[in-house]
C-alpha cells in the first residue's frame, strides 16, 4: 500500500468525511475496510492506518516494550489506548471521534496527505496558518533534501 498526494475535503455535521478515491481504491484493493486513527505522535493531525499496518506497528513497540518498567508500561498504555478503530462506510465516509477532532484543531475543511504507510489528516485552518511548519517551502525541501542525501 502506498499513499501519496493531498486532497482538500469537507467534514459534513455528523463528522464524517469523503476518502479520497485514490485513498478508497488502494484500501478496497487490498481488503482492508477497517482503519485505526489517533492523533500523531508529533503533529496536530490525525494519523489514519490500515488495520493491518497498525498491527505490525504495535508489533513493533511490544517486542521491546519491558511489562516491568512502569514508564514503557504509560507509554504503551497511551500509544493503544488513544487510538481507535473506525470503518470506512457503503459510501466510502469516515466518521471521525468528535474528541480526537478537538484536539487536532479540526472543524470542517481538511487536508488528507497520502504519507506511503499511513494517511495524515489536517486542519485545512492549521495548514493555512502564516508561518507553519507542517509543509517545507520549495527552497526549504530542495535544501533539506540535498543535505539529507548526502550526509
Same mark, same amino acid.
Given at each position: 500500500?502506498?499513499?501519496?498526494?493531498?486532497?482538500?475535503?469537507?467534514?459534513?455535521? !455528523?463528522?464524517?468525511?469523503?476518502?479520497? /478515491?485514490?485513498?478508497?481504491?488502494?484500501?478496497?484493493?487490498?481488503?482492508?475496510?477497517?482503519?485505526?486513527?489517533?492523533?500523531?505522535?508529533?503533529?496536530?493531525?490525525?494519523?489514519?492506518?490500515? /488495520? &493491518?499496518?497498525?498491527?505490525?506497528?504495535?508489533? +513493533?513497540?511490544?517486542?521491546?516494550?519491558? +511489562?516491568?518498567?512502569?514508564?514503557?508500561?504509560?507509554?504503551?498504555? !497511551?500509544?493503544?489506548?488513544?487510538?481507535?478503530?473506525?470503518?470506512?462506510?457503503?459510501?466510502?465516509?469516515?466518521?471521525?471521534?468528535?474528541?480526537?477532532?478537538? +484536539?487536532?484543531?479540526?472543524?470542517?475543511?481538511?487536508?488528507?496527505?497520502?504519507?506511503?504507510?499511513?494517511?495524515?489528516?489536517?486542519?485545512? !485552518?492549521?495548514?493555512?496558518?502564516?508561518?507553519?511548519?507542517?509543509?517545507? &517551502?520549495?527552497?526549504?525541501?530542495?535544501?533539506?533534501? !540535498?543535505?539529507?542525501?548526502?550526509?
Amino acid at each position: 500500500m502506498s499513499f501519496i498526494g493531498q486532497f482538500p475535503a469537507r467534514l459534513d455535521s !455528523k463528522n464524517r468525511v469523503f476518502m479520497p /478515491a485514490g485513498f478508497r481504491r488502494i484500501l478496497q484493493q487490498s481488503g482492508q475496510q477497517t482503519l485505526v486513527v489517533r492523533k500523531d505522535f508529533f503533529e496536530d493531525c490525525l494519523v489514519v492506518y490500515p /488495520a &493491518s499496518r497498525w498491527e505490525e506497528e504495535i508489533a +513493533r513497540v511490544r517486542a521491546r516494550l519491558n +511489562r516491568f518498567d512502569g514508564n514503557q508500561q504509560m507509554v504503551y498504555r !497511551k500509544l493503544v489506548s488513544e487510538a481507535q478503530e473506525v470503518q470506512l462506510d457503503s459510501n466510502g465516509r469516515l466518521l471521525l471521534p468528535k474528541q480526537m477532532l478537538e +484536539r487536532v484543531g479540526i472543524d470542517q475543511d481538511v487536508l488528507f496527505v497520502g504519507m506511503e504507510q499511513n494517511i495524515e489528516i489536517w486542519s485545512m !485552518k492549521t495548514v493555512g496558518q502564516e508561518g507553519c511548519q507542517v509543509f517545507l &517551502s520549495d527552497e526549504e525541501f530542495a535544501e533539506s533534501l !540535498k543535505q539529507f542525501m548526502t550526509e
